[in-house]
Structures are given as C-alpha cells and as structure tokens.
C-alpha cells in the first residue's frame, strides 16, 4: 500500500477556493490594527489565507471577508497587502517556508 503525505489545506477568503497551505498566503492584524502579511506563515494570533493573486484581494475587499476571517471591527486598509503583492514578480512567491510541516494544532 502505498503512503501518501499530508498537505494542510486551506480556504481562500477572497475566491473561497481550496488549495494547499504552501500556495496561499497568510495575512494577519498587526498590534496597531493594521492588515499585515505573514509569508513565513508563522506570527501568532488569528490569520487568514489568500491566493497571492490581485484578483483575490479585490474579491476578499468587496465581501469584506478580511472583517469575518480576522474578526476585527472594521474593514482593515489592505494597502500594505496591495503593494507587497505588486512588488513580487508572477510566481516568486513559493509559499510559507515551513511548508509541508505542521504544528501541534495540525497547520
């Protein structure tokens, strides 16, 4: 019988599709209250996963979807999230850096 390994998955909020955690991106509040990106996929509290696609984002502002992912009060500014994903090239982006592992909480 042959073994196959896990893959965590995860739940774009922007287009609500699944993928493995390695092809999305994580996005997290910072202590002031602002929409950060955690690429290493290892900051602490609550976090919410996105495509790293501009399509996405938009999709994720116009439901409001970063508000019920973060539960925060408020729409956060997704500027920050905007600029670094239009500083990377198509493709550069090639997941957490922790990919194909998991903590003890199973992600």
Do not use: N
Not at 15 to 22: D, I, M
Not at 24 to 34: D, F, V
């Amino acid at each position: 019988m042959a073994r196959t390994t896990h893959q965590p998955e995860r739940t774009c909020i922007g287009c609500r599709g699944k993928a493995p955690r390695a092809q999305l991106l994580r996005l997290t509040m910072t202590t002031s209250g602002e929409l950060a990106v955690d690429a290493r996929a290892t900051a602490p509290g609550r976090g919410a996963w996105i495509h790293p696609d501009p399509a996405c984002l938009d999709l994720a502002e116009r439901r409001r979807a970063f508000r019920r992912a973060l539960r925060t009060s408020g729409s956060p500014d997704a500027t920050p999230v905007r600029s670094w994903l239009t500083s990377r090239r198509p493709g550069e982006y090639a997941g957490p850096t922790g990919a194909g592992t998991t903590d003890s909480k199973g992600g």
